[in-house]
């Protein structure tokens, strides 16, 4: 059964300057270290503005939006395949994932199931 569905849009210059700003500490309060692959440039940017969003977009599917859900209760992670997954701290559903980007927005969008 579907609990939620949950969209974002971030823009990536915003998540740019605050890597710019406050570094490895913006990264390290929002990001697990699983989370934190992507090395430097814009690249990098898109890779950490997409995962941003899914982690609000899986906030708001579970219905409880960031704050009760932090960010880093939320993880967003790869299968083998490549394929997004989310994990939230003591969530035992499945989350379905879909992320994108296109310079200069990244979009998420989750769907939670019991």
Known sequence: ????????????????????EFGEKFLARIFCDEERTAKTGEGACAHYAKRYAAKEAVSKALGTGIGETNFKHIKILKKPSGAPYAE???????????????????????????
Do not use: C
């Open 88 to 114: 939230v701290e003591g969530f035992k559903g499945i989350i379905h994932l879909s992320m994108s980007d296109d310079y200069p927005y990244a979009i998420a969008y989750a769907v939670v199931e019991d």
């Open 1 to 20: 059964m579907i609990i939620g569905v949950g969209t974002d849009i971030v823009d990536i210059r915003r998540i740019a300057g605050m890597i710019d």
